[in-house]
């Protein structure tokens, strides 16, 4: 999947001059990641540089380029460090475009890796998505597989509004679906592992049915996408599972299209639970469901706690509490 | 207000415990401001914009001067302007002042729910404006409406957005005084104070990328100098040698807070430059001459290539903060009379006067009819509609521009909402 | 209400020499709003002072001096004016007690006027709470009354964890209930006005009933108490109004409680919406109350929008709308 | 890395576009630090503690040096320390040498999930540990294991740390090398940047409001100081004159970005602090004699109610970022043996040997016996378990300590979990 983000920046840096990509390690060094690997030396040191340790600023220069007509791509390291740029995120990025009556917006991209499952800690492994979700004027974005990323960044890149593109960073090499004690799987021979090499784009706000089924709907992204893969198959309830791919514009049609078909609706993710996104997941099913609605709105999420080091694999949502929650919500 | 001498009175401590800055002068107290001393207009000199920044550190605590007491420009740093363009800037310097006792008047009456001046401060912006291209890119704060004047911007538009009225092109979104003019680059001002500073560095960034010839100019007030914002713009700025004037207006206050909670009674702001290698020069803000004369020196040396400067603006803030203010409760009322920097807009009368290319009566009927073109303007703003009264624009209008196309949950919303 | 929040603070600087008081212009002015009126010359200059405008500053100051053993009670200016101030709150003061292990926390006090009415604009009127109750280790209190937020306030204050104490400011001078365009009412003669001079608390995380009903119950804290109490009696809904006060933690007990015997809830704050406190209120209520649940859960809130300076009307969420909520939640 | 010389090699644009800085090796070059001119050891004057700051700027741009490349203490900054001291010292950094070669060690063997070294930076918080007193509040980043060393806290607890193992006081909660401890003055690593820095300033006002004699030291990256936190320590230890000292240890490296991406090309890191009124000094962080030195003059004036002092430690990080980094990838290999400021601890051993209080024997000896102390502290510490194997805390205790009280959602939330 890394690769797949590499090329949507590679892309987007080839067909669009105004496309400036920076953050902290992406320019020599091509990202603790590796996700900018390679793009400095192919597009030039003033169009793929490094950036000091300065989320704000990095956030602020972006929206000013912004401004100035161009269309920056901003990596902030680990998404557990994206708060010193809330300010100008939520203040000026979101309601730049409003605020002027659409003289001046903010068409920037902020890329940062989110969520846990790499020994992280705390501060390696949030998923802060809640929180900017609930700001109006921003859009978020979160891939779970290597066609998407690289689909959904180049629409994201292009997109004039501002865009939160979290990239689960467990999903970086494989497509991991929460036994973290079986062997490592790499994207090698998966389906949505086919990247086409030139441009192309996966459109905002359009979720996409993974797994077709009757008896429940899933709603998952990014890593969870995965998980409740793995939930279906090993708990043989015939899930209908979504991956939302844009949580704002939400994609509600095929939230409520699925849920009502099924009647049944598990809500999962990574975040803490309490107002995460899976809230507002919940407060629209029952909303636009409640007399299709046969059992309540589960949510597996992340405890409200903070991401516990040596305990992460009794924080994270793996397949055995979704199965569990699968088999409550089927059962009521 | 901190010495101009460098440093040589930076305040030592004697209290045993928490040292609390405290302004000179409080309510009932005599303000007495014999105690800083000013150089004298002219005796800064005036290094070639190309100068290694290390070697002209003092400027950040000296005080550039072009106009003395008896009226007279002097020195190295005399910009030399003809007269028409002296009175093109007491001319916007006029209208901002008239301007601004109309918007006030008008906000008493009820007819907006706020208002800002920048009275005794004129210079600061109208200076900065003329010494600027048009198409430079001004990354303001609210107290530089002289920058749309000094730019020939409408009036109405102004009003408009004032009265957030049916002709307010930011469509009643933005409280009073919150202008944008993409066309007069003139920036959104933010009522998040900082904000603007570090995005005019991002704007320069990208100039400079492009290798155009435009530059950013922004500004920020003493007490924002505090927000982190300041700090994103001199470290991106110095980084990566962004062509853009930082200005810093020291108006000494802060709504109640004296500069000295910003930290300027340990040293001067523009010294906060220095530990960028960002050439630092402070300024007589209410000199007009002095203005121009830095402001063109850190233009020329952005548009060479040759990166950022930084600018303090030593000036007074005349009147309370806002509307929503009342300056009497935190500092003497004679503190603004007091102020030996004088009014910006009388030094430069008494220049051109001592230059022999104005009169006393010259003054005072452009004085009128200014008055009475902001009278003008404020009748046809108020055709348009007050916040209180008359036209409005669609309140539907609200629901758009959140996103470049109105996404499926703010459609069922605005159905939602019956507008 | 602004004089019972002065009072807090002045029986906190009284009784606890730890207690210390800052923020932008609290001083010797008394702040913006008068919250700290009269404080500085009571208590001295280096227990309550005016702070560099500087939020991110203000707050690690309030954690480096919770962490000596102070307790620090800071003012932000506006709720706008939060999230300079974000990295520190949610990185640092939430989590210093889980990181350290008990080693160090953060018993500060974050007062800030939110929410609109008073024509300020989207940079006066901003009602941040639903980001920060998303964030496990942060309270989030909310007052409606003279007599609660003094009571609330001295609770937070003496809280050794991070609060997060959000006032309403259009209720500082009177009990505001959303009809903009009657007489301003002020709060002398109203009952919850009646304001002890001395030391008393409110406890945290209790909520209010500040009216029964069987028909359907309103959740609501802040200026919208008001505004329910208003819709209620001119729809003539036997609405159970329920005043949360504190957000997190959150008195489910007294949630479910009403709403299984009323059967229909209706959720309603000013802050947007998605994702806001109210998706979490939902969530819960349908989790809780499924099948006690005649209707969907309704939200009544500030729309997805900044806050519209000259439609200030038109996007504060009043009786009207509250009301029509109530009745299409009683109809269904 | 910046010139020594005030400024004079300050970079000057020549590229018409946007200017990237770059470092002056990357992989495949020969580094040649020969254009590094450093002030010879002795050559800076010493001021006297109550000095106004304005009078020694200059500090900010020179580099303080006790020891000569002959083992010689020279100058006024000598803090002429009896043997034993520097002993104490010697030994403190020799044994964090070794607790980083064994941590990297069983991190390689899965037996912890990261680590980070401070290979060449040991004076830094060896130095620094012995000028303060063992109350006084240290703030530390990831790098100044050291001062938890110098101060004598037991290895076997931060071993636990790193491994979190039942005998984690932090409980597994937190990632290796984020120590805690309270007992040791040494507050809880935070992993976003800078956030310690204005806490600092916190906890010094509040022990200046208390009349206190305790006063706070903090430290932060080069690269770290381009976050906002950074200003605001500047900003409210001038405002409020606290008694902290703000180290900057300058190890020429944040990740694989060179110091002038935070601005370290323009100017010192020192020379952020001018701006602020803030004494601000560069010294050689290799020298642990300079560094104890500048250490003890800026606690000095804390104590005294004098204010806050800025130290830029010039340093080099002589290995990888973490055991997740591979410097080769960015720098030289041979760059850190090319650094022309040494190995603090070879430099001090080098010393005691000059002073004939110390042999080569002896520095053999020491190097066993802590490499022995380290392994036997190892083999407890796996003993109550590692992050692969052996006991852990019960997972329960996770939800604890959210808040004080556990509130009724956690409850549920532990209850769901079946822990
Ligand atoms: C981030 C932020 N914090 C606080 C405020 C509230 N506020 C508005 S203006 C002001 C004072 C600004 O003083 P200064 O920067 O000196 O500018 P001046 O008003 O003197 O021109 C304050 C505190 C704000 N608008 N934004
Ligand atoms: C707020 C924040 N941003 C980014 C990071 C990721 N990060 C960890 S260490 C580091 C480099 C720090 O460099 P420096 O401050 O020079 O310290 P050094 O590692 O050299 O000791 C970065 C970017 C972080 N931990 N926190
Ligand atoms: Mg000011
Ligand atoms: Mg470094």
Redesign the interface.
Known sequence: MIEAINSAMDVALTQDPQV?VFG??V???GG?FRATEGLQRRHG???V?????????IV???????????R?VVEIQFA??I??A???L???AA???????????SPITVRSPYGGGI??????SQSPE??F?????L?TVIPSNPYDAKGLLVAAIE???PVLFFEPKRLYNGPFDGHHDRPVRNWSGHPDAQVPQGHYRVEL?KARVMREGRDVTVLAYGTMVHVALAAAEETGIDAEILDLRTL???D??AIVRSVKRTGRCVVVHE??????????L??LV??HC?FH?E?????VTG????Y????EW??FPGPARLAAALRKCVDT | MHDTESGSQALRRNDPGLHIPEPAFRPGDQPDFSGISLPPAGAVARPSVDIDPSAIRELAFSLIRVLDEGGHARGEWDPQLPADVLIRGLRAMMLTRAYDQRMVRVQRQGKSSFYMKCTGEEAVAVAAALALRRDDMCFPTYRQQGLLLARDWPLIDMMNQVYSNSGDRLKGRQMPVFYSSREAGFFSISGNLGTQYSQAVGWAMASAADGGSRIAAAWIGDGATAEGDFHYALTFASVYQAPVVLNIVNNQWAISSFAGIAGGEQSTFASRGIGFGIPSLRVDGNDFLAVFAVTAWAAERARAGLGPTLIELFTYRADGHSTSDDPTRYRPTTEPSAWPLGDPIERLRDHLVTLGAWSIEQHSTLEQELAEAVRAAGKEAEALGTLKDGPRIPAASFFEQVYKDMPPHLVRQLRESGL
């Open positions: 400036m902290q390690d320019g020599y060094f603790v040191r003033d169009r540089f490094d950036a000091p340790i300065s989320e704000g600023g602020a220069v972006a929206v000013g380029m912004g401004a100035y007509g161009k920056p557990d460090y708060y010193p809330t300010d100008q939520i203040s000026e309601r730049m475009r409003y605020r002027t009556a659409g003289e001046w917006w020994f992280g800690g705390q501060t390696h809640g929180i979700t609930h700001v109006a004027g859009k997109d004039d509004d706000g704002i514009p939400l509600l049609d975040a803490t639970r309490t107002c995460g996104f899976g809230a507002e919940s407060a029952q909303e409640f609605l059992a309540p709105v589960e949510r405890w409200d706690t903070p516990p080091h040596a305990f009794d924080y």
